[in-house]
């Protein structure tokens, strides 16, 4: 059975994509990241948000997630994936690098017109962490602080760490 070579999770904002799209050269694999496969399928995050509502999201996440484990690429989930016991399950055979970030780096990347559970900003992130903390430590072998870390060298601190598990 074909599994991603890395699922990268964590918070809102904190850098998954980015730190993706940096390591999928690296491993000479392709990037998957959930809700821009959400998006391309039914739209704009927000508007799913306000029109459909967030379980309806949900519904859309999970089945992008299950699409994407199936692939032998770069996962990047979004935030809020890990809150499906499904899931969480799911990510038990699978290599996961949790991205964290410190408040004072995120604070700048709180765009909540992109982010519908983000519209106070900093003190939304802070409870979305909160709630979800435990989640990400639950599925995550590895955790990754991209706060002060160029994504270049949080990719390459991943990669060596996959090279180390093979």
């Known amino acids: 059975m074909t599994h991603p070579v890395v699922v990268l999770v964590g918070p809102p904002a904190s850098g998954k994509t980015r730190v993706a799209k940096a390591l ?26 306000e029109t459909q509502g967030e379980s309806v999201f949900r519904q ?21 994936a890990v809150i499906d016991p499904d899931t969480r399950a799911d990510l038990l055979n699978v290599p996961v690098a949790m991205i964290t970030i410190s408040e004072d780096a995120v604070a700048h ?44 060298r949080v990719a390459a601190e991943i990669l060596e760490w996959l090279e180390a598990k093979s």
Request: charged content about 25%; glycine content about 6%.
């Open 109 to 152: 990347r709180l765009n909540s017109n992109k982010r519908p559970l983000l519209r106070d900003g900093l003190e939304s992130w802070r409870q979305l962490l909160a709630e979800r903390s435990a989640w990400y430590t639950e599925v995550a072998d590895r955790v990754f602080d991209a706060s002060h870390t160029p994504v270049d």
């Open 60 to 80: 859309y996440e999970r089945a992008a997630v299950i699409d994407a484990l199936a692939s032998d690429a770069v996962v990047s989930l979004g935030g809020g």
């Open 24 to 49: 999928a050269p690296l491993v000479g694999r392709s990037v998957i990241d959930t809700d821009k496969m959400i998006v391309r399928e039914h739209g704009p995050i927000p508007d799913i948000f």
